[in-house]
């Protein structure tokens, strides 16, 4: 019996050992191949995800479209005295990267369009930012509207005087 108690002490020992190698190769194998996953690429390296950040940055960069500079306006604004005029130059930018055919055939319609709403506008309106973020929105919004299309994505002042 005493022999049976000292193989059977042996038995579990064996097995514990077993165990705990296996248990050692699958460490060292997943550890191998995640190894050479990541030397193989399929893993990105540290530079690969800055590379995928500035890709990522470069296509959130928005996109300039065509410009178009108007010739410079003069209009009389609509303030009671009607001594106070606006002098003004601006930019067209569209969402395509050249002026569309159809702005183009239509800029005096355009220069109209403009010249009213600002004979409209009040020095008041038009003195402060928001004035003038405001005034901007209206440009876009009467141009796409006169266009019946969004070709318009924004518009930049380049010279705004009121006197």
């Known amino acids: 019996m005493a022999e049976d108690s000292a193989h ?9 050992k077993g165990k705990l190698l296996i ?3 699958v460490v060292v194998l997943l550890g191998g191949g995640g190894a050479a996953a990541w030397f193989l690429g399929f893993i990105p390296h540290g530079a690969d995800k800055a590379e995928a950040k500035e890709e990522v940055h470069e296509e959130h960069k928005p996109k300039v479209g065509a410009l178009l500079a108007l010739d410079p306006f003069i209009a009389n604004l609509a303030d009671e005295d009607g001594k106070r005029y606006l002098k003004t130059s601006l930019q067209v930018e569209f ?8 702005f183009a ?8 369009l403009l010249l009213t709403l600002f004979t409209s506008k009040l020095f008041s309106e038009i003195r402060t930012p928001q004035g003038k973020a405001v005034l901007r929105d209206e440009i876009i919004n009467r ?3 006169t266009l019946n299309h969004d070709l318009v994505k924004a518009v930049y002042f380049t010279e705004f005087i009121v006197q």
């Open 8 to 16: 059977a002490g042996e038995a579990p020992a064996k097995g514990g």
């Open 23 to 25: 248990i050692v190769a």
């Open 105 to 112: 055939a239509r800029v005096p319609q355009m220069r109209d």
């Open 95 to 102: 969402f395509a990267d050249k002026v569309p055919e159809e």
């Open 143 to 145: 141009m796409n509207r």
